[in-house]
Structures are given as C-alpha cells and as structure tokens.
C-alpha cells in the first residue's frame, strides 16, 4: 500500500493524475495506510458520486517530505497529526477553510473545536485520536510493562525482540518521556545524554517498522513493539497474546486531522469529502473500524459495545500523564533529526 513520492517521474505521474482527477470528478488524498474502510470510502463514492484516488504513507515525516518534494498541488486533503498540522501551516502548505464552507462544521466535538495546532480549525477537521505506546506479548514476558525501560532497557526476555515505530516524532518524544528531559530540549548535555540512549537501546531492537507493526506481534517476529492504540487491539483481535502498556513515565496522545493542502486540484471536492467524515454515523464507522476514538458529536451511541471497555483505551490506575508530540524550532529540529539519522543507520 505505501507508495511515497521519491523521484521526479512519480511526482510527475501524480501531476498527471491529479489533473485527470480535477476532470473526472475525483478527490486525491494522501493517507496513512490501512486506516480507513473500503466499505466507508465506497459509501463516500455512492453518496457523492466523486471517486477517491488514494497513495499512502507510513509516517507524518514521510508524508511532509513527499509534499515538499513535489506533492502540493497534487492531492486535495492529508491526514496529519497534530504537531504535524501546525509545522504544515507555518510552512505555508494548508488552504484556509472559510465560513460557511463546512457544512458540518457543527458536529465537531467541543473538546477539539479550537486546538491549539489548528486554532478555530482554520485547516482541518479531526479524524481520529487515541494513544502510541507499545504492547508486549505475554507469553514471553510476564513481569510489569507500565515502564518505558521495556523499550529503552529491556529485560533479558524481550531483547532483540522489539519493534520501534519508524516514526521520528512518536520515538523520539518517548525517549524524552524515558529519561524525564523536555521533548525539545537545547540543553547540549541532555541532547548528548539522549543520543547516547537511543543507540544503547538500539542493540535490543530487531526492526523499524511503522506500516507492520500490528503484523510482527501477531507473527511472533517482535515480543514487544510501540503500537497505535487501535492497532493493539486489532493484533489482541487477530490471535496475538499482547498487552498494551500505560507507562508510568508517560506516553504519547495524538490527533490525526484531515487537512486541506494548499492548490488543491480539487478543492471542491475535498471539501464535500471532509464534510463526510463530519456526519455522525460516517465518524462512527470509522471509528468502530479502527478502534480508536472520534473526534466528532454524536458518535458514542453508534458504537459497538466493545470499545466502551477496550484495554487499550482504559490507562490503569498510576498511569502517566498522555502528551501530545511538540513541535521543536528549527535549530532544535536540525539536532533531533541528526540524531535520528545516526539511529537509522
């Protein structure tokens, strides 16, 4: 499903199909893979008569180095997250949604109507939001999991065995959580100190994966990996003796938001997508599909009755604090991605 902007030719390709698109009543979206129902995107097809166009990606970095090399202007909407949201609109590449445009507008939910990424919903629309922690299988480990030491300094049983999330953001926040400094800290020791971590902890890591990390816990290929709440659940659902941790240090809230990128080739159509994902019972088949929560009124009562009780969204007594991913300055974010860097090697 991943299939990224990384040459001339596919950004041209796409050039090419977003103009088809503008002619053929269609809507291009860029999106995260395997987080939306073929059952919902038909029924958006059926309602509207508009065709979706969909490429995917496998994390909010890959998904803003696609558009700056090419991308803008060739899809209508995205779905980023929250710290993302806010990094795309400085940077110039969100159209502003006037009044009146939405007609749902309505049915945002209170709690998420003015963000602080996205001050009176200027650009988006909330999608979903839930958690990024990390889930541990059972039958290999049975002794306390609420500690990020799981990931960064893990008992005899799980290393070699631990997926990460290849996810710049969500990895880099949790190992602030772990050794308790500022998600952007400027502090050249604690920068040190953080480096030094990661490739330490690196040794007991056995993949990178962010589009298969449900995957390698039902395998057995990772005893242990950080995990999207909904995607624990769906890897408890399809066989897999895990657990989902609420470490005591903390551990990372999101928001995925549908976006309205600049030049939209199809900017009518986007909005008349995003107005669909604003109706209650749309929201609720979402939701009921991926299984983390809605950000929009009137969903609760169209949901099934096993996300009221879902582990993965009940934190357990002495659980941290959830915290969103901050957004660093410019000289901040050159080190953290100079760090990654040398973690991916």
């Known amino acids: 499903?991943?299939?990224?902007?990384?040459?001339?030719?596919?950004?041209?390709?796409?050039?090419?199909?977003?103009?088809?698109?503008?002619?053929?009543?269609?809507?291009?979206v860029y999106h995260w893979f395997e987080y939306i129902p073929q059952?919902?995107?038909?029924?958006?097809?059926?309602?509207?008569?508009?065709?979706?166009?969909?490429?995917?990606?496998?994390?909010?970095?890959?998904?803003?180095?696609?558009?700056?090399?090419?991308?803008?202007?060739?899809?209508?909407?995205?779905?980023?997250?929250?710290?993302?949201?806010?990094?795309?609109?400085?940077?110039?590449?969100?159209?502003?949604?006037?009044?009146?445009?939405?007609?749902?507008k309505g049915n945002i939910s209170p709690t998420w109507a003015d963000p602080s990424f996205d001050p009176g919903r200027q650009h988006s629309i909330p999608y979903q939001w839930g958690s990024t922690s990390f889930a541990v299988n059972r039958d290999v480990f049975a002794g306390d999991i609420n500690t990020t030491d799981i990931l960064f300094n893990p008992p005899a049983e799980l290393q070699g065995k631990i997926?990460?999330?290849?996810?710049?953001?969500?990895?880099?926040?949790?190992?602030?959580?772990?050794?308790?400094?500022?998600?952007?800290?400027?502090?050249?020791?604690?920068?040190?100190?953080?480096?030094?971590?990661?490739?330490?902890?690196?040794?007991?890591?056995?993949?990178?994966?962010?589009?298969?990390?449900?995957?390698?816990?039902?395998?057995?290929?990772?005893?242990?990996?950080?995990?999207?709440?909904?995607?624990?659940?769906?890897?408890?659902?399809?066989?897999?003796?895990?657990?989902?941790?609420?470490?005591?240090?903390?551990?990372?809230?999101?928001?995925?938001?549908?976006?309205l990128l600049k030049d939209a080739p199809n900017r009518e159509n986007a909005l008349k997508f995003m107005d669909f994902l604003l109706v209650p019972e749309n929201a609720a088949q979402l939701t009921n599909w991926t299984q983390y929560a809605s950000g929009v009124e009137g969903v609760a009562p169209l949901l099934d009755e096993a996300l009221r009780t879902l582990p993965e969204a009940n934190p357990q007594d002495g659980a941290g604090q959830a915290v969103f991913i901050e957004a660093c300055d410019e000289e901040v974010q050159a080190v953290y991605d100079t760090i990654w860097t040398n973690l991916k090697k």
């Open 39 to 104: 059952e919902l995107v038909d029924k958006f097809t059926a309602d509207t008569g508009i065709e979706v166009v969909m490429d995917t990606y496998d994390s909010n970095e890959a998904m803003l180095a696609s558009l700056k090399a090419g991308g803008v202007g060739t899809y209508d909407v995205a779905v980023p997250g929250d710290y993302m949201v806010k990094i795309m609109a400085s940077a110039g590449m969100l159209d502003t949604i006037a009044d009146g445009e939405l007609t749902n």
């Open 163 to 259: 997926n990460v999330l290849d996810s710049q953001g969500e990895v880099m926040a949790m190992a602030a959580l772990h050794m308790g400094i500022p998600q952007c800290t400027t502090d050249r020791d604690q920068l040190k100190a953080l480096n030094a971590m990661l490739l330490s902890a690196k040794e007991n890591w056995v993949s990178f994966n962010s589009d298969t990390a449900k995957e390698v816990l039902v395998s057995g290929d990772a005893a242990a990996g950080m995990i999207y709440d909904g995607f624990s659940a769906k890897a408890r659902a399809e066989g897999a003796n895990v657990e989902y941790a609420f470490p005591t240090q903390g551990y990372i809230a999101w928001m995925d938001n549908v976006v």
């Open 1 to 28: 499903m991943k299939n990224l902007l990384k040459s001339g030719v596919a950004a041209m390709a796409l050039v090419t199909m977003a103009s088809a698109a503008a002619a053929d009543g269609k809507v291009v």
